[in-house]
Nanobody, 122 residues
Framework: QLQASGGGLVQAGGSLRLSCVASERTFTNYNMGWFRQAPGKEREFVAVISRSGGHTYYADSVKGRGTISRDNAKNTVTLQMNSLKPEDTAVYYC?????????????????WGQGTLVTVSS
């Protein structure tokens, strides 16, 4: 199970730190991703990190503003988002993928957290 937290209301230009804790003891078997979904829109890739944490991949929309990291000792993956914009408003989901490559395709991820709402006011 994945439990995401850290969402909230923030002004444009502000920052948020999202966390996702996995109860699965085989946490290191999975690449961990963050996705988001705004009302009326399809789920959108944000970032993904490899099992070891040595490789990351970001959507162009957050590159330079977002940092994904993981702590395998704590079964935690974190997304730090800076310089937030109103268009970042969405429900953010963490996901675990057992695939061999880092992918932005949400359809191939195996497990999903419940989501945490981020609202950025202008």
């Amino acid at each position: 199970q994945l439990q995401a937290s850290g969402g909230g209301l923030v002004q444009a230009g502000g920052s948020l730190r999202l966390s996702c804790v996995a109860s699965e003891r085989t946490f290191t078997n999975y690449n961990m991703g963050w996705f988001r979904q705004a009302p009326g829109k399809e789920r959108e890739f944000v970032a993904v990190i490899s099992r070891s944490g040595g490789h990351t991949y970001y959507a162009d929309s957050v590159k330079g503003r977002g940092t994904i990291s993981r702590d395998n000792a704590k079964n935690t993956v974190t997304l730090q988002m800076n310089s937030l914009k109103p268009e970042d408003t969405a429900v953010y989901y963490c996901a675990a993928g057992s695939g061999l490559v880092l992918t932005p395709n949400f359809r191939v991820y195996d497990y999903w957290g419940q989501g945490t709402l981020v609202t950025v006011s202008s």
